[in-house]
């Protein structure tokens, strides 16, 4: 009776249930769903021995594979991929079949698994439909970046001419109003320009320009760059009335970096700072250190970053509210450049107020120019 009642249970969950007989031919077990009874049309009594591999072509490649359980060698289950017949009518039948040994029994189960199939079609149905939107997507995006890197291109020309006069104008000191508002012309310009050069360095590094790995960045010492870029912006902060502090980084601050980069993202932290800070305030730029790295910060006393936007200001346009706001890029840029270098960077929002924005770079195993090791 208990037979009886768990055939007919598989029957109902589409499940049919065939013995392996010694000539290789398969015989049905108790009851069998409709869809194998509909198969099976023709056949006299389940009794008759079956050819699986007639009834199924699939089966030819999976019963290899089930010898091996059914011999007793190794697992003792096999299952096989889903695939697909032709039902009378061209309906779709997806089956599955799994090979178990039961005690001395060699059994082969084939489901019918229509939820499994459709679910595996949506999926992929699904797949190709996100391929396609992504694939529509990049192309968006390139043109989008080639529009912007045409746009940027042609303002570099126009404005390197404005510099060129500026300078001109500017080195006959001109008196009064006139030259104050000259240098403030100028300043607008240069800083013009380091907007297009950031804009240019960002569209480089993401189209492979900023190829050097951290195991490939040269060696750079702390204490001869950052002196230098402190100086060049001394002038900018005495004109907002902003003074910078700075520490001295110790003898051999060797860092894994190649200077030329490691100018940008600290003049980009010290610009960001200086304009940032209130008038009268002050930019404190520290240098700490361990066995293995060193960590730059640059401080500032300004209104500091809202929460809202502090998650995403390393991201591309990642930008602050306000007109002292920037591009968005500069933040963006320091970050794949530190971190390709195996270095990070990050922000802080000090207890008493204003920013604290920092990165930290490997210690470098020489203080040659060479490569590091």
Known sequence: METSIASSILASLGKVVLERQPDGTFLQRGDAPAWFAHRMRGVLHPDTPIRVESLFPFLEVFLPEAEAVWQGEGATRIDSDVWCETAEGGEELPLEATALLVGSSRLLVITRCDELFHERRLVLQRARELRITYDALAREIEQKDILMHCIVHDLASPLQTILGVLSSLDERNPPGEDGVLLDAALDAALRQRSMIREILTVFAAEHGGLDATH???????????????????????????????????????????????????????????????????????????????????????????????????????????????????????????????????????????????????????????????
């Open 215 to 373: 195991e490939e960045a040269v060696v750079c010492d702390l204490h001869v760059v950052l002196p230098r870029v402190v100086a060049e912006h001394e002038r900018t902060a005495r004109g907002r009335n902003v003074r910078i502090e700075r520490d001295a980084p110790p003898p051999g601050s060797f860092v894994v970096a190649d200077e030329p980069r490691l100018v940008r993202v600290l003049a980009n932290l010290l610009d960001n700072a200086v304009r940032h800070s209130p008038v009268g305030g002050h930019v404190h730029v520290r240098v700490r250190g361990d066995d293995t790295s060193l960590e730059v910060s640059v401080e500032d006393e300004g209104p500091g970053v809202p929460p809202s936007l502090a998650a995403r200001l390393f991201e591309r346009f990642g930008r602050g509210i306000g007109p002292e706001a920037g591009t968005g890029l500069g933040l963006y840029f320091c970050r794949i450049t530190v971190e390709r270098w195996g270095g990070a960077i990050g922000y802080a929002a000090p207890p008493e107020g204003g920013a604290r924005f920092w990165f930290r770079l490997r210690r470098a195993a020489t203080s040659t120019g060479a490569r590091a090791a």
